[in-house]
T-cell receptor
Framework: SAVISQKPSRDICQRGTSLTIQCQVDSQVTMMFWYRQQPGQSLTLIATANQGSEATYESGFVIDKFPISRPNLTFSTLTVSNMSPEDSSIYLC??????????FGPGTRLTVT | SQQGEEDPQALSIQEGENATMNCSYKTSINNLQWYRQNSGRGLVHLILIRSNEREKHSGRLRVTLDTSKKSSSLLITASRAADTASYFCATDRGSTLGRLYFGRGTQLTVWP
């Protein structure tokens, strides 16, 4: 497995502002992903964070709203831009280790007021 | 869109009893993974079962996979209060690693 950390663990933000979430992994990983879990819901994939190139977004998610950086094989950031209350969710980064097992970070709980 | 559906949505049992949760999915898969989530925190990886496997064990966990029925089950034996959590199944999309579809989850409550 891998040790995955996220910062911040939680935040309360005003609508219209932006928040950048960091994800750090204790080993180099090729594949890193960002997921969202809205209140009482399951997880939905936002995008694949590609090292050295632009992220690949899933249907319904766009770069202007969720810009992602992946400067190296152990680190990625997700920014939630121009936030509204509908963005209140838990945001989780995830990595694939050892072929196909997938592990998740502890999550960032975001509340937008 | 979501691929998996867990059944039941909620399960309440006494300590020492077994808990069985089911997951159905819609398309072909390479593998299926089960996760546990405590009170809206991060996901804990429990077990991965590949499409060519029918059963897998890990401690008190037993997972089965029936690809003909597109379904999987997670059995927790001799449950403990600490097993209280939400349990999710997640399937890959048959081609790309890491892009998982999650079911809605089963909320398991184990009473001491």
């Amino acid at each position: 497995s891998a040790v995955i950390s996220q910062k911040p663990s939680r935040d309360i933000c005003q609508r219209g502002t932006s928040l950048t979430i960091q994800c750090q992994v204790d080993s180099q990983v090729t594949m890193m992903f960002w997921y969202r879990q809205q209140p009482g819901q399951s997880l939905t994939l936002i995008a694949t964070a590609n090292q050295g190139s632009e992220a690949t977004y899933e249907s319904g998610f766009v770069i202007d709203k969720f810009p992602i950086s992946r400067p190296n094989l152990t680190f990625s950031t997700l920014t939630v831009s121009n936030m509204s209350p509908e963005d209140s969710s838990i945001y989780l980064c995830s990595v694939v280790i050892g072929g196909d097992e997938q592990y998740f970070g502890p999550g960032t709980r975001l509340t937008v007021t | 869109s979501q691929q998996g559906e867990e059944d039941p949505q909620a399960l309440s049992i006494q300590e020492g009893e077994n808990a069985t949760m089911n997951c159905s999915y819609k398309t072909s898969i390479n593998n299926l993974q089960w996760y546990r989530q405590n009170s809206g925190r991060g996901l804990v990886h429990l077990i991965l079962i590949r499409s060519n496997e029918r059963e897998k064990h890990s401690g008190r966990l037993r997972v089965t996979l029936d690809t003909s029925k597109k379904s999987s089950s997670l059995l927790i034996t001799a449950s403990r209060a600490a097993d209280t959590a939400s349990y999710f199944c997640a399937t890959d999309r048959g081609s790309t690693l890491g892009r998982l579809y999650f079911g809605r989850g089963t909320q398991l409550t184990v009473w001491p």
